[in-house]
């Protein structure tokens, strides 16, 4: 099993930047690729970015250029830095993680970013 446990997330204004970090920890041993997703009310979940342990990362059209994942395994943890955040960003954003078949893969509780003036 992996526990994945988020922070950062908050209100921000337009145009700002949030950093959000996700820290795993259990059977790390498994974990492949990392990232992030998230969820606007009413709407699906949908991949924001993803990052496998040899740093191969992938984006969402809507972030490119904006978001940036990164990742420390020293330290099993995942970080998305957002900047020039949108009001369209709003949503909760839950950390991933998933095996290299494909077939384990463990979610975090969530985490609340607001963009809003």
């Known amino acids: 099993q992996v526990r994945l446990v988020e922070s950062g997330g908050g209100l921000v204004q337009p145009g700002g930047s949030l950093r959000l970090s996700c820290a795993a920890s259990g059977s790390i041993f498994s974990i492949y690729r990392m990232g992030w997703y998230r969820q606007a009310p009413g709407k699906q979940r949908e991949l924001v970015a993803t990052?496998?342990?040899?740093?191969?990362?992938n984006y969402a059209d809507s972030v490119k250029g904006r978001f940036t994942i990164s990742r420390d395994n020293a330290k099993n943890l995942v970080s998305l830095q957002m900047n020039s955040l949108k009001p369209e960003d709003t949503a909760v954003y839950y950390c991933h993680a998933m095996s290299l078949s494909g077939r384990d893969d463990y979610w975090g509780q969530g985490t609340q970013v607001t963009v809003s003036s």
């Open positions: 990052i496998t342990t040899d740093r191969s990362t």
